[in-house]
């Protein structure tokens, strides 16, 4: 039950592109087409942005995507405004009713 | 809409027991998997522990397994995590989160109660 890899932090001026990277293995992230991402505002509960890889449930802006290849998954955010900075989290299950998470990317708009 | 209230946090010694709950509202409460989640002051997300929609299924992470029970009474909307034995580490907020129907992740957050374990 390792964390996924994610940078610390990452930063992008208004309207730039930003992508966010989450490297595991072929036991989670690799393995099954089930990572989702959340936003997290400081003191807030987390936010589902993107699930099952790549879809974005009701709501979320189409600014927000997702990708994978391999044992790594991307979030890719663009268009970039002052509200999407926050902290970013990935997830994957990780088989027998487990997930694990990445440690978490600081977005910083500058 | 879906709900999630948690409940029970507090501060305790270490050796201690804590049970937190998580009243649900807004769905079929039977019919979906629950998690705890915690997170550490200024640090990442942990997954916890999960329950099927009926109960039968627990699944721990290494971190807590022995030590805490997750449950629910799905007559009453309600999920709990019956902690023992804890230790410094375990200070956190948790979170209930509640799964969709597939095994992606977690769909709804409730706010989360702070657990401190400190002497």
């Known amino acids: 039950q390792s964390a996924l890899t994610q940078p610390a932090s990452v930063s992008g001026s208004p309207g730039q592109s930003i992508t966010i990277s989450c490297t595991g293995t072929s036991s989670d992230v690799g393995g099954y087409n089930l990572v989702s991402w959340y936003q997290q505002h400081p003191d807030k509960a987390p936010k589902l942005m993107i699930y099952?890889?790549?879809k974005r449930p009701s709501g979320v802006s189409n600014r927000f995507s997702g990708s994978k290849s391999g044992n790594t998954a991307s979030l890719t955010i663009s268009g970039l405004q002052a509200d999407d900075e926050a902290n970013y989290y990935c997830?994957?299950?990780?088989?027998?009713?487990?997930?694990?998470f990445g440690g978490g990317t600081k977005l910083t708009v500058l | 809409e879906v709900q999630l209230l948690e409940s029970g946090g507090g501060l305790v010694q270490p050796g201690e027991s804590l049970r937190l709950s998580c009243a649900a509202s807004g769905f079929t409460f039977t019919n979906y998997a629950m998690s705890w989640v915690r997170q550490a002051p200024g640090l990442g997300l942990e997954w916890v522990s999960a329950?099927?929609?009926?109960?039968?299924?627990?699944n721990y992470a290494d971190s807590v397994k022995g030590r805490f029970t997750i449950g629910r009474d799905n007559s009453k909307n309600t999920l709990s995590l019956q902690m023992n034995s804890l230790r410094a580490e375990d200070t956190a907020v948790y979170y209930c989160a509640k799964h969709p129907s597939a095994n992606w992740g977690f769909d709804y957050w409730g706010q989360g109660t702070l657990v401190t374990v400190s002497s």
């Open positions: 329950i099927s929609g009926s109960g039968g299924t627990t």
């Open positions: 099952e890889g790549t």
């Open positions: 997830c994957s299950y990780a088989g027998s009713s487990t997930w694990v």
